[in-house]
């Protein structure tokens, strides 16, 4: 599909059903992941912390 000025950037982006690239959607879930992985690895420091007293 070739991207025209009058379809707008949204449409020129995305397949034709409107769903997110499959390199978006990897690179989205390679985020959250991250994100729970943070969450994890602060919170057992502080456990650890707190534990070894």
Do not use: H, K
């Not at 379809?7 to 994100?35: K, N, W």
């Amino acid at each position: 599909m070739l991207c025209q000025a009058s379809q707008g950037s949204d449409r020129c982006r995305r397949g034709s059903a409107g769903y997110p690239s499959p390199v978006e959607f990897i690179f989205t879930a390679l985020m959250v992941l991250v994100v729970v992985a943070s969450v994890w690895f602060s919170a057992y420091v502080v456990y650890r912390l707190y534990s070894d007293n």
